[in-house]
């Protein structure tokens, strides 16, 4: 009886709450704007996972302009008791639209989990994204379960055991049991998993070889406490025994090297290696200067992905190239291919130069990747003896090559879900409508983005070609009215804001981060509060950041006082900017003499920020070309980083013939 009338209390609550959100938009006196306001409602009951409230505005919205998401909204939260012939009908009825490959990536989800392989095996060559590691690990489950070799190409899959959920852990232990994987498989995804911190997945793993999964999870999550028990006898527990080792030395690597120097007796010499890795990979993060004895005391490990990138950081930082090209090489081939790593194998055997014939292999590898318009495509490009340039634009886009573009209904489902402010849904509109064109056509629509003021899809969707291209697409300048004055006052290079900007919020105005940053240069309520202050803004609110003009004046003079405390670094600034200043100076103290600025971005510890720096500098490279009119230099950009406290002669004289 209670539960009776608390299932009431709540039903006639959600209707109150409902009806008072269609009242308030009636309100508004325009159809469209309740239509829309109850599809944002039905939205927020899909990821509630609530099918009633789904059924309840699905059923207001039967003219509505987008009928494909509001059908797809109303099935996928009763997906898993759905008929086959509901399903195949919607895809059918709306076959090769965007949300029809959304739905199917769902369903192969929920026929994995059945373990209805017919089925999945008949829908997945229609997956057209096939961007879901999930589903992957089902496509080779099912593989196995054939008695195909899978082995090898689930090993390369699984690198993040964090990703996993039931299905890749479901092909772990089909590849097991089927003999594709050994013990060595499972302990490596054992390390992964305490590097990871996925507790579930080493869990998981541990019972698998029959050990006791209660330590594994104390592993993880309470290393102190596992370590302070003892090593344990037999691998399963000395592999349980390196994951806590791990674990400890993300806290504190002394205690964690107390810990194994203590164990070491009992461990067997691979054993000691792998807990040593674990340690490194750890210390790596702090740029701590033991960090590479422990690398060395690690030699002979298998090593992680994560691990096999921070060992060759380390040996960049210290110089030792003969180490990079060791590391490098000994990448698998996947990752030796990144362009990182193909650029530092160059510039090591540059270095070296023991033989015209590694000198060719040097210039044969930046010539490989000197097309790309990345960070190290551009440093490749200068190591052949080109400078970055921008090439001429073709013929202009016209109006009736746009016209096409226009009329697309992918296209046009974008522009109503970027007016509902729906990113998501717009932006894999946007991308679906793209998969057919030409590149010509892609910068028609491109500059039906611009027309539209999208210019972040104008700029995603330029950068795409790669022979016919417009730079001016590419690194757009917005408000320049309002930023040529402000840089032009404060002494900034305008080319390295914009270069920050296009990376910050790809021109999106009404930009929100997950931390609250706000508009174009995403700048913190805080923060831009305390610039505020600095320069006498009166009457700051919050609010303020969304207005382009009080964004750009608060941003730019937060990056120049950023920039004036890291000595005029931009590499520096830049990094600060995104991390914050004292993680920046935290890194900086690590430095003893100057270092060349590529080696210090590669070893950011932070990936985001690692990955931040490098598209600024090179956004900076590019819009400076634009707006000089002339070839730029990358390396010129980036110079040295020092200590603090360097003089510029003392930079230049340390720095002075070391390549």
């Excluded at 674990?247 to 164990?263: E, I």
Aim: hydrophobic share 40%.
């Amino acid at each position: 009886m209670i539960s009776a009338l608390k299932w009431i209390a709540g039903a006639a609550a959600f209707a109150a709450v409902a009806f008072s959100t269609l009242a308030h938009a009636d309100d508004l006196g325009d159809d469209g704007r309740r239509a829309d306001d109850s599809f944002l409602l039905l939205r927020d009951a899909v990821r509630q996972d609530d099918a009633s409230k789904a059924d309840f505005y699905a059923a207001r919205l039967g003219d509505y302009s987008i009928p494909s998401y509001v059908e797809y909204y109303r099935l996928k939260p009763r997906l898993k008791d759905a008929s086959y012939a509901e399903i195949r009908d919607f895809m059918k009825r709306y076959e090769g639209q965007a949300i029809v490959d959304r739905l199917r990536n769902d369903w192969l989800l929920d026929l994995g989990r059945k373990r209805d392989w017919a089925t999945f095996d008949e829908q997945l060559p229609l997956f057209v994204l096939n961007d879901d590691t999930q589903v992957k690990c089902y496509a080779l489950q099912s593989r196995a379960l054939k008695g195909q070799k899978v082995a090898g190409e689930a090993r390369e899959l699984l690198t993040a055991p964090n990703g996993y959920g039931e299905p890749c852990a479901g092909l772990i232990a089909t590849l097991y049991q089927a003999g594709q994987f050994n013990a060595d498989d499972l302990y490596a995804q054992l390390r992964l998993s305490g590097e990871f911190n996925a507790t579930g997945q080493a869990r998981r793993i541990v019972a698998l070889l029959d050990g006791n999964e209660k330590k594994a999870v104390q592993a993880v999550d309470l290393p102190a406490i596992a370590l302070a028990k003892g090593v344990g006898s037999g691998r399963v527990e000395h592999e349980i025994y390196i994951v806590a080792i791990g674990r400890m030395a993300k806290t504190s690597t002394k205690l964690a090297v107390l810990a194994l120097n203590k164990a070491a007796p009992k461990l067997s010499p691979q054993e000691q290696q792998e807990a040593w890795a674990a340690v490194a990979l750890q210390s790596s993060y702090s740029l701590s200067p033991e960090t590479t004895e422990y690398w060395q005391k690690s030699n002979g490990a298998p090593l992680s992905i994560d691990q096999m990138q921070w060992k060759t950081r380390i040996a960049l930082r210290n110089g030792d190239w003969k180490q990079v090209e060791k590391n490098i090489r000994a990448m698998p081939a996947s990752l030796r291919a990144d362009p990182a790593w193909v650029y530092w194998l160059g510039r090591a055997l540059m270095v070296q130069a023991g033989s015209i014939q590694a000198t060719g292999e040097a210039m044969q590898l930046f010539r490989s990747i000197s097309d790309q318009s990345n960070f190290y495509g551009l440093l490749a490009l200068e190591e052949t003896g080109k400078l970055v340039t921008i090439p001429l634009p073709g013929p202009p886009i016209t109006q009736a090559e746009i016209a096409p573009i226009a009329a697309n209904p992918n296209f046009q489902r974008a522009l109503k879900f970027f007016g509902m402010r729906l990113r998501f849904e717009g932006t894999r509109e946007w991308n679906w409508g793209l998969r057919s064109l030409n590149e010509r056509e892609h910068l028609a629509a491109a500059e039906f983005a611009r027309q539209n003021n999208i210019l972040d899809r104008m700029v995603n969707t330029s950068d795409r070609t790669r022979i016919q291209v417009d730079y001016t697409q590419r690194y757009p300048s917005p408000h320049i009215d309002i930023m040529h004055p402000t840089t032009q006052t404060l002494g900034l290079d305008k080319a390295w804001v914009y270069g920050l900007i296009r990376q910050e919020s790809r021109f999106i105005m009404d930009a929100q981060s997950h931390v609250g940053a706000s508009g174009l240069m995403q700048v913190m309520p805080s923060t831009g509060r305390w610039v505020a202050k600095k320069i006498g803004l009166a009457d700051f609110a919050q609010e303020m950041l969304s207005d382009v003009r009080t964004n750009i004046l608060l941003g730019a003079n937060y990056l120049n006082m950023v920039l004036g405390n890291m000595d005029g670094s931009q590499v520096l600034a830049t990094a600060a900017y995104n991390a914050g200043p004292g993680r920046l100076r935290s890194w900086r103290s690590t430095l003893t003499k100057p270092m060349d600025s590529a080696v210090f971005i590669e070893s950011i510890p932070f990936v985001e920020t690692r990955t931040y720096v490098k598209n600024v500098m090179s956004n900076t490279t590019y819009y400076a070309a634009l707006f000089e009119g002339r070839p730029q230099s990358l390396k010129a950009r980036l110079g040295t980083v020092a200590p603090r406290g360097y003089t510029e002669q003392e930079q230049q004289e340390s720095s002075f013939g070391s390549r």
